[in-house]
């Protein structure tokens, strides 16, 4: 069998890896392709997603096409893996005839490889161009033309181009939390990042408390001010596309306006509860248990300044009577500042 190896670290799998498995079964004729997580990448020094989670991610994103596997060695190497060592492996236990595929980046620094010269006539190394063969190299490496598919892990995991992501890929890193965190610090500034941790914290409190789902709780928390640092003209271009009756309030609440057509339509988050909660957290105008939830949570966040403890008590014992006395609260506070 001809078969076609695309090794990375997968943190996360997405389009481009898929459509360069496709291209290699088209422009190569191999008979499968293996994916190949690394469990260390010897360039790269960040830290990886967790072994599991990005095999999970790979099942997933492949199972629709029958002639992509998912191949494990280099995850039962305890040291570092290198190229060579997983091509000498393959080769004792397989009968076929490999093919190595790489990108322009790895192609850049391939004499960093460790070995390249003897890597070369181990197997056919193919680098799929995506700048029309522009990169220069001395070893004998195949290429292949295809079309660019405009997406990094690394955009991905700063929660950009979330559309490159198969669906199935997208639930399990929502449903695992994976990479979450980053798609809001990278919006915000520190303080307003710290501020949603602790509100996500304590909507999922809440949420545990009053028998709802603490994951939609805790992505509410998280999300709700993801536009708070968006400047101003900015949020009016969104006000005026999605809801220009909403003009009319003072631009300090129209982050939550926003914020829920964003988390829709970057984040790619479609449940209505999330959504709705956001929409409404600025001046709690919806009742939904989960709108209350977060409503509660912004003005009882614990690194706020006030002693918030009696408010946080009452929210976990009766979430609605909890929202009453917030609400109360802050209208008094409202007025106070008139
Ligand atoms: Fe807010
Ligand atoms: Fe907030």
């Given at each position: 069998m001809r078969i076609a190896i695309i090794?990375?670290?997968?943190?996360?799998?997405h389009y481009g890896h898929i459509h360069m498995g496709l291209e290699s079964i088209k422009q190569l004729k191999?008979?499968?392709?293996?994916?190949?997580?690394?469990?260390?990448t010897p360039l790269k020094d960040r830290e990886l997603t967790s072994v599991e989670d990005r095999v999970s991610m790979i099942k997933l994103a492949i199972e629709p096409y029958a002639n992509f596997k998912l191949c494990t060695l280099e995850l039962e190497r305890e040291e570092k893996s290198y190229t060579?060592?997983?091509?000498?492996?393959?080769?004792?236990?397989?009968k076929h005839e490999f093919y190595w595929i790489i990108g322009n980046d790895q192609l850049e620094q391939f004499d960093r490889w460790k070995d390249p010269e003897k890597l070369v006539k181990m197997a056919q190394?193919?680098?799929?161009?995506?700048?029309?063969?522009?990169?220069?190299t001395s070893y004998d490496i195949k290429r292949l033309h295809m079309e660019c598919m405009p997406v990094s892990s690394s955009e991905i995991r700063m929660?950009?181009?979330?559309?490159?992501?198969?669906?199935?890929?997208?639930?399990?890193?929502y449903a695992n939390r994976l990479y979450v965190k980053e798609f809001v610090a990278n919006r915000v500034p520190e303080h307003r990042y710290r501020h949603s941790l602790s509100v996500a914290n304590l909507c999922e409190e809440f949420a545990r408390n009053n028998g709802l789902d603490v994951?939609?709780?805790?992505?509410?928390?998280?999300?709700?001010?993801?536009?708070?640092?968006?400047?101003?003209?900015?949020?009016?271009?969104?006000?005026?596309?999605i809801?220009?009756?909403?003009?009319?309030?003072?631009p300090p609440v129209w982050h939550g306006f926003v914020g829920a057509e964003v988390v829709d339509r970057i984040f790619y988050i479609k449940d209505w509860r999330i959504k709705n909660a956001i929409y409404h957290h600025v001046l709690g105008t919806s009742t939904d248990p989960y709108a209350m939830a977060v409503f509660c949570a912004d003005k009882l966040d614990p690194l706020r300044d006030y002693d918030t403890s009696k408010g946080i008590q009452l929210c976990k014992q009766d979430l609605y009577k909890g929202f009453l006395k917030v609400k109360e609260d802050n209208e008094r506070?409202?007025?106070?500042?008139?």
């Open positions: 090794g990375g670290s997968f943190d996360p799998i191999v008979d499968e392709v293996w994916f190949m997580p690394t469990k260390i060579i060592d997983t091509l000498r492996e393959l080769k004792k236990r397989y190394f193919v680098c799929f161009d995506r700048d029309h063969m522009l990169t220069k929660g950009n181009k979330l559309n490159y992501l198969p669906s199935k890929v997208l639930d399990y890193i994951n939609v709780a805790y992505y509410i928390g998280l999300f709700h001010d993801v536009c708070k640092a968006m400047p101003k003209d900015r949020m009016l271009c969104w006000i005026k596309a809801c220009p009756e909403n003009e009319k309030y003072a506070y409202l007025q106070k500042g008139k």
